[in-house]
């Protein structure tokens, strides 16, 4: 047994976290701005930080992740950071040449106080900042949130840093996205052409975490949603953000200094988000529902239809992270299953408010959590006492997976030990229709693993 | 060597590393890119500050400590204080595997443990906390030992991690409870927290159980994590040469183990960068000696086995040695043979660790493939010069602040386990008694020597060398390997392993000899975009089709 230590018995913890659901703020920050075009992420703390997040997003994308630090020592926690960010932005413009660095905070930083919007001005006062280049920041103390807050809190930098309102509207809509795989974008921009919209998409990790080996290291990859178009963000009809956590706080940003007004809506995981995604763009648009899509749609209910019977009340927990789980839910409950146990360890009333609801309406008896222990530990117990079909969640499950024999389908932050989560989207009805294939080939296989030799179907 | 033949002028590749870099920096990294010499060692800048903003392969002190030393023995319950982010990170990420005798015994491995410290607990204070932490850790699970890791904030704050521990332990009477101060920004390096975790380990745990170990050649194992399954196989070798492995730091160690470390009679020390204090501590304290082996390459593992008979002096070990070397080495010969024709003549870089980019240039001399740069990422002078050097080393602010235990003779236990004369003449038969060598010392002449490399200068240096492999670590795998050049990581073997000892050995070369020889690398290019292809420019289909 691997967690051979997980008793059945839950007791309340109050100061012990053990196998965490979420991570903390920086890398979220360190994830979002490598979706925007040119741009090196900096971590303002030790170097510990970097590398550990750098190390993180290598392992889940298999790509090079280049990020900055300013190497605190001791003497930078006690005198104040500032004149570590100061050399490290004269170095990384003399270095590295991007076209922004995208500063943000961390435990220690935020614990000593040094204010990055002060040191930021200062180099801009000093002339640290070549001419076109930018400086921008946000405060993603880790001791606050999630790694999933601290991907807002980048995206809501960005947003307020960047956009700009002039007086011509353009004919285009924002699309802010929630956390999401370099696939998933790639998807959204898919979807958005074939319904013939003009988006700007923001960050948008395709093109740089999934890039093409081509016998060269690009530095600064090809993808990234650009300076011009995140400026123009300001100018456009309307913002459609993806996920109330991870994407609506940038979209608020938005409206607060541009009067772009916006909606949120789930990720377009599962039919019904993405029916709602879909509808929502065609509204705001004022485009119609080209056939292809429709088509497309067709496609996963008619599996959904014809597997039916292998997806009926199989019982599955779940980890992860809200955006991803709230439109999962929702999926698992549409696909006629039952989603038993539920565990994010990203804090907040919001996602609360709105999972609860979801299950009261559905799933009444569904053991959900959220917020500090929140923990795997506990979602291992609640397995324990009430046993599932199917896990759900990060890498890190496959421990409990393989502890109490259950097929696990990987989803969320970081998977670390297989590919395809950037190269092929769990959004829109194609990757739903390819999230009902791993279920079924995860609940099938066992079905053919377990069956006596008698039973065993050759056709299923 | 070969190498200034086919590449250009060392010291012009260095000017090259440096000529992009803002003058100060240009002048401070340029002492620490440095042209080999093996007669007359030179200087190496080493174990200081990173330039801020330089994409540097580095970490921090709490991954030194609660990564690399205490992180694989595997019933102490590690409790990281400190915001989620440092515990989720160093959580099962380092591969050190670890074999429990059953189903009943401690391992927590697998687990991470945090105090999820929160905006209030920075505030106010988070050792009331941390205190709880302890108290639902001990009556989940009754472990023997709960260590506590310091985060950034918690020093800051000034949480007093010791205090709570002790307070604790002394509540809790069977359970030891001891806290480390390895907040991120101590030191330069993960270095420092191998010193911090070498002086909380030697204070609250070695000497802890005296009973007397059994068996007749008892020695520790220093500096060996069990990556990939190292450590099991340096323990096959020496349970089939009849050596007692007392403990081990601390691949697959336990509690036990390590506080019954000091009846050991030898301590052979593999990093020598993470755990060289625990030598010197060991042997001042309780007179045992240390020497340092190598167990990465067949050949190096043939001499340190060697070295270990020498040391007991008994000659039924030397048998014994001699036995298993002559039962080992056939297979590992008849290996590389085959495959000595694939690899002779290639080059690689090492740029890793505090004593990995030394041990596995063995490794590639066995496969006839030269080391043209090799540099560590945190490691001091004594890695590159030897131990020679450091009287001469200068104590920085940074080094400064990591504690120097003072150790003295214990007036019980101290018992030298050889006398003076008997430790030089084993000295003068080779054997590194208290004593390391360093990596320059073996490199060749002109080779390139580079301390902390940085992302730019890893780029330049593969632009200049195009070397057949690379090996560093994960943050630059994929980077390198965009550039068509295979990338071997050297932290966590890519999954594979072991890399000691025969067995190891064999897989190394077989690694090597896949990736240098991987079709993949020749697929780069699209037909279309190789020299001389059409790619739509010759008369189309349609236009000889007419013609036809």
Redesign the interface.
């Known amino acids: 047994?691997?967690?051979?230590?997980t008793?059945k018995e839950v007791?309340e913890?109050?100061?012990?976290?053990?196998?965490?659901a979420?991570?903390?703020?920086?890398?979220g920050a360190m994830y979002a701005a490598l979706g925007i075009h040119g741009c090196l992420p900096?971590s303002h703390?030790?170097?510990?930080?970097c590398?550990?997040?750098?190390?993180?997003l290598?392992?889940h994308y298999?790509?090079?992740?280049?990020?900055?630090?300013?190497?605190?020592?001791?003497?930078?926690?006690v005198f104040g950071g500032q004149a570590?960010?100061l050399?490290?932005?004269?170095?990384?413009f003399?270095?590295?040449e991007p076209d922004i660095i995208a500063v943000h905070s961390?435990?220690?930083s935020e614990?000593?106080g040094d204010d990055l919007q002060q040191i930021t001005r200062k180099a801009r006062d000093d002339g640290k900042i070549p001419e076109g280049k930018h400086v921008i920041f946000a405060s993603t103390?880790?001791?606050?949130g999630?790694h999933v807050t601290g991907y807002a809190n980048m995206l809501t930098g960005i947003a307020e840093q960047f956009a700009v309102s002039t007086s011509a509207k353009k004919n285009q809509i924002n699309i802010i996205a929630g956390w999401m795989e370099p696939s998933d974008m790639r998807e959204i921009k898919l979807l958005s052409k074939k319904l013939g919209i003009k988006i700007v998409l923001f960050p948008d990790t395709s093109d740089v975490l999934d890039?093409p080996?081509?016998?060269?290291?690009?530095f600064y990859p090809k993808g990234g949603t650009t300076v011009s178009e995140l400026q123009s963000t300001g100018d456009s009809l309307f913002s459609i953000a993806l996920g109330a956590i991870s994407a609506e706080p940038a979209a608020i940003a938005l409206e607060k200094k541009c009067k772009v007004g916006f909606e949120t809506l789930d990720i377009p995981i599962g039919l019904t988000a993405t029916d709602r995604f879909i509808m929502k763009m065609s509204e705001v648009a004022n485009v119609s529902v080209p056939d292809e899509i429709t088509e497309e749609r067709g496609r996963l209910v008619d599996v959904m239809a014809d597997m039916e019977q292998y997806l009926y009340g199989k019982r599955v927990a779940l980890f992860g992270d809200p955006d991803q789980l709230l439109p999962l839910t929702e999926f698992l409950l549409d696909l006629n299953m039952k989603p038993v146990h539920i565990v994010s360890?990203t804090p907040g009333q919001r996602f609360e408010k709105q999972m609860r609801q979801l299950l009261d309406e559905r799933s009444p008896e569904t053991n959900f959590r959220n917020g500090?222990?929140a923990d795997m530990?506990l979602l291992h117990q609640w397995m324990k006492n009430d046993p599932v079909d199917l896990l759900i969640g990060n890498t890190?499950g496959k421990?409990m997976a393989r502890d109490e024999d259950v097929p696990f389908i990987r989803f969320g932050f970081p998977i670390l030990d297989r590919i395809g989560h950037s190269y092929f989207p769990n959004v829109g009805y194609s990757g739903s229709l390819r999230l009902v294939e791993k279920i079924l080939s995860a609940i099938m296989d066992r079905q053919d693993r377990d069956a006596l030799e008698e039973k065993f179907e050759l056709v299923m | 060597m070969e190498a200034n033949k086919i590449y250009p002028d060392p010291l012009q590749v260095r000017e090259e590393l440096i000529q992009r870099y803002p003058s100060k920096v240009a002048k401070k990294r340029a002492k620490s890119i440095i042209v080999n010499d093996p007669e007359i060692i030179p200087e190496v800048q080493a174990n200081v500050r990173t330039v801020p903003g330089i994409i540097t392969q580095r970490g921090c002190s709490y991954a030194g400590c609660k990564g690399v030393v205490l992180g694989p023995t595997r019933d102490i319950v590690n409790i990281v204080h400190g915001p989620i982010g440092c515990s989720f990170y160093a959580w099962l990420t380092r591969r050190n595997q670890t074999r429990t005798e059953s189903l009943m015994d401690a391992n927590y491995i697998p687990y991470c443990f945090s105090t999820d410290m929160q905006e209030e607990n920075v505030v106010f204070g988070g050792e009331k906390k941390l205190k709880i932490a302890i108290q639902e850790a001990y009556d989940l699970f009754h472990p023997k030992s709960i260590a506590i890791f310091s985060t950034c904030p918690v020093g800051l704050i000034g949480d007093d991690v010791h205090a709570a521990s002790k307070e604790m332990r002394e509540k809790f009477g069977d359970c030891n409870v001891f806290g480390f101060s390895c907040e991120g920004y101590r030191g330069v390096s993960q270095s420092a927290g191998h010193h911090i975790a070498n002086n909380g380990v030697f204070k609250h745990m070695v000497g802890r159980n005296n009973t007397p170990s059994v068996g007749k050649f008892k020695l520790n194992l220093l500096g060996e994590y069990n990556i990939g399954g190292d450590a099991f196989e340096i323990e096959r070798i020496f349970d089939k040469v009849g050596i007692t492995l007392v403990s081990s730091f601390s691949g697959n160690s336990t509690v036990s183990q390590i506080e019954n470390a000091h009846t050991a009679d030898l301590n052979v020390i593999l990093c020598h960068r993470s755990i060289n204090y625990m030598g010197d501590m060991m042997e001042t304290k309780y007179g045992i000696p240390w020497m340092k082996v190598n167990f990465v390459g067949a050949d190096s593992t043939v001499k340190s086995l060697r070295k270990i008979a020498e040391y007991f002096g008994d000659e039924e070990l030397k048998a014994k040695v001699e036995e298993l070397i002559a039962e080992e080495m056939p297979r590992v010969k008849a290996i590389i043979e085959e495959i000595l024709p694939r690899t002779t003549g290639k080059t690689a870089m090492l740029f890793v660790g505090g004593s990995r980019a030394h041990h596995y240039q063995d490794l590639f001399s066995e496969l006839g493939m030269t080391t043209v740069a090799a540099g560590y990422e945190f490691a001091h002078r004594d890695d590159y010069e030897g131990r020679d050097v450091l009287p001469k080393i200068k104590v920085d602010a940074d080094s400064k602040n990591i504690e120097e235990l003072k150790v003295l003779p214990d007036p019980e236990l101290y018992n030298p386990r050889k006398t003076e004369a008997e430790l030089e003449a084993l000295k003068e038969k080779g054997l590194e008694i208290n004593g390391y060598s360093g990596m320059m010392k073996q490199m060749t002449k002109k080779s390139l020597v580079v301390d902390d490399l940085s992302h730019y200068e890893s780029e330049k240096l593969i632009e200049i060398y195009k070397p057949d492999i690379f090996c560093a670590g994960i943050k630059e795998k994929y980077v390198v390997q965009k550039m068509g050049i295979p990338l071997k990581q050297l932290h966590s073997y890519d999954y594979g392993g072991p890399y000691t000892g025969f067995e190891g050995a064999v897989n190394f070369y077989k690694d090597i000899d896949r990736m240098v020889n991987n079709p993949v690398w020749k697929l780069i290019k699209a037909p279309w975009q190789k020299a001389g292809a059409t790619n739509g420019k010759s008369k189309g289909l349609e236009a000889s089709y007419v013609t036809q």
């Open positions: 047994m691997l967690l051979r230590h008793s007791k913890r109050e100061g012990l976290t053990i196998n965490p979420k991570t903390c703020q920086p890398i900096h703390g030790s170097q510990g930080c590398s550990y997040h750098r190390s993180t290598t392992r298999k790509e090079p992740v280049m990020a900055a630090t300013s190497s605190f020592t001791e003497g930078a926690s570590n960010l050399a490290a932005i004269d170095t990384i003399a270095v590295y961390t435990c220690l614990t000593i103390p880790s001791f606050i999630s890039a080996q081509s016998g060269k290291h690009v360890g500090l222990q530990f890190y421990y």
